[in-house]
């Protein structure tokens, strides 16, 4: 019992970044524009986020410092992309490289440091149940968080007047103009809040995971969040389901190694990967109707007036 809970609490651990950065990613993926520069954001998000909580010796200050990493850069691809109307895929691109480079130089003067991660929840005579009790009461606050930011956005894109404008402009984002919507408005806050993720995602890393920073730290977790907005085909359920079953995978190939399992690490750490592949073929071979994917994904300038 003891090892089925810390191997399910691994699990959730390994999840949590994976879900808050894809979670932010489907909503500006919602909105109508591709950001693949989550790697880069989530890379400066965890330098800033870990500088924060050391000079400070605050979880939260170096939590909100990731925040404003990631949507300050992900403001500079708003204005890229939706302002210039310069191609998102390389801006993407660039963000990622220019974020990695930006980070290993903020976070120059921090390795080798370490800090106090983020507290556990501990509820006397809940936490101590078998099994379930560390896993329900036993976790800190950034699981708690990833949970009810999926539950939020969600409710906002299904359950809200907003949420369905959003999705408006991803869908057909010449109508939602027509009908007189700022479609580059709602992008540019998708891309900031889908940028903000990202950076929570990154300061959970060395503020929660680990109690230390070094550079690439992020090791292509966020190509990982950027693969679970398609596994999950732009819905926040599945997107759920993808992000604890590609942390699943993560943590199995550490088990399979520990046990000595005659299967290479590489083809472990490859099976996200071609799970993906595996899903985007087979919802391409069942598709009766249109992409589930947005519509117009950013490919369209459109003017905001």
Avoid: K
């Amino acid at each position: 019992m003891e090892l089925v809970e810390a191997i399910i609490l691994s699990v959730l651990a390994a999840s949590t970044p994976l879900l808050i950065a894809a979670t932010g990613e489907l909503v500006t993926e919602r909105s109508g524009v591709l950001n693949l520069g989550v790697e880069g954001l989530m890379i400066v998000g965890a330098a800033c986020g870990f500088g924060g909580a050391w000079l400070s010796g605050s979880i939260v200050v170096g939590a909100l410092c990731g925040i404003l990493a990631g949507a300050a850069l992900s403001l500079i691809f708003a204005l890229m992309t939706l302002g210039l109307a310069v191609n998102q895929v390389a801006t993407g691109l660039a963000l990622t490289i220019f974020g990695i480079g930006l980070s290993g130089l903020i976070g120059a003067r921090f390795v080798g440091e370490r800090i106090s991660t983020a507290p556990h929840l501990h509820i006397p005579g809940l936490s101590e149940v078998p099994l379930v009790g560390g896993i329900l009461f036993g976790e800190d606050a950034f699981v708690y968080l990833s949970i009810a930011l999926i539950v939020g956005v969600w409710w906002f894109l299904y359950r809200t007047r907003a949420g369905l404008v959003l999705r408006a402009c991803g869908d057909n984002h010449v109508s939602a103009h027509a009908l007189g919507y700022p479609v580059l408005r709602i992008r540019m806050y998708a891309v900031l809040f889908g940028g903000a993720c990202a950076g929570l995602a990154g300061a959970y890393l060395p503020l929660a995971y680990t109690p230390f920073f070094i550079p690439g730290m992020t090791a292509g977790r966020g190509w990982i969040a950027l693969a679970l907005v398609v596994f999950s085909s732009w819905r926040p359920v599945r997107l759920v389901i993808g992000a604890y079953l590609f942390g699943a995978v993560t943590i199995l190939q550490l088990h399979a190694q520990g046990a000595g399992v005659g299967i290479p690490s590489q083809f472990m750490s490859a099976l996200p990967y071609l799970a993906t592949i595996i899903v985007l073929v087979l919802l391409a071979r069942t598709r009766t109707g249109g992409s589930t994917a947005p519509a117009a994904l950013g490919m369209v300038f459109v003017p905001d007036r």
